[in-house]
């Protein structure tokens, strides 16, 4: 079975730019969730889709966008990117059901703006 | 909204001693508490959880016990090995939003 897996592993993109990352989730989960985290600090949570639709959001800036496509992958957004936004991008999936709480992480992407 | 802390920051246990790691969370909604482990450049990865309406889990060597009312939850490993270093991070859940919140997490080192 394969895990969640993320592409790209590794992007270097100048501030203004703007990037796409995407993410697959574990066959059979509905829910993604994609985080934020900075070296020497916790995921920070960014979003939440489940069935294509939005559940949740974090705080942070309408720069940040994400969406889910009819086969659960995903992809996040980040516009008019800022020094500040480099950090690694985790994509965790779930069943996304009462029953199954698990988020499991693929391997991030490696995001350097300079 | 949701604020997760953790203590230590840092840990350092002699191989076979027991490690405990300590978190507090703010929002009473919160009804479901993973635990993560991360090796340096890895993803995070669960290696235990539980739900609010139970006090404590154990997997092994490492057990959660979760307080309700204080709103603490700890991970307790024992008879730990150089392997069990990494950096470990609680988190705490209101499932109605599938938002997870994480702990600034701790760096564990078990020195052999």
């Known amino acids: 079975d394969a895990g969640v897996t993320q592409s790209p592993t590794h992007l270097i993109k100048t501030r203004g730019q703007q990037v796409t990352l995407r993410c697959s989730p574990i066959s059979g989960h509905k829910s993604v969730s994609w985080y934020q985290q900075v070296l020497g600090q916790g995921p920070q949570f960014i979003f939440q889709?489940?069935?294509?639709?939005?559940?949740g959001r974090g705080n942070f800036p309408d720069r940040f966008s994400a969406r889910q496509f009819p086969n659960y992958s995903s992809e996040l957004n980040v516009n008019a990117l800022l020094l500040g936004d480099s950090a690694l991008y985790l994509c965790a999936s779930s069943l996304g059901d009462s029953n199954s709480y698990e988020q499991y992480f693929g391997p991030g992407t490696r995001l350097t703006v300079t | 909204g949701e604020n997760v802390e953790q203590h230590p920051s840092t840990l350092s246990v002699q191989e076979g001693d027991s490690a405990v790691i300590k978190c507090t969370y703010s929002d009473s909604a919160s009804n479901y508490f993973p635990w993560y482990k991360q090796e340096l450049g890895k993803r995070p990865q669960l290696i235990i959880d539980?739900?609010?309406?139970?006090g404590e889990k154990k997997d092994q060597r490492i057990a959660v016990t979760l307080n309700k009312t204080a709103k603490h939850f700890s991970l307790h490993i024992t008879e730990t090995q150089p392997e069990d270093s990494a950096v470990y991070f609680c988190?705490?859940?209101?499932?109605?939003?599938?938002?997870?919140?994480f702990g600034p997490g701790t760096s564990l080192s078990v020195i052999p």
């Open positions: 889709y489940y069935e294509k639709e939005e559940r």
């Open positions: 539980i739900r609010s309406n139970v």
């Open positions: 988190a705490a859940m209101e499932t109605r939003y599938d938002k997870v919140i």
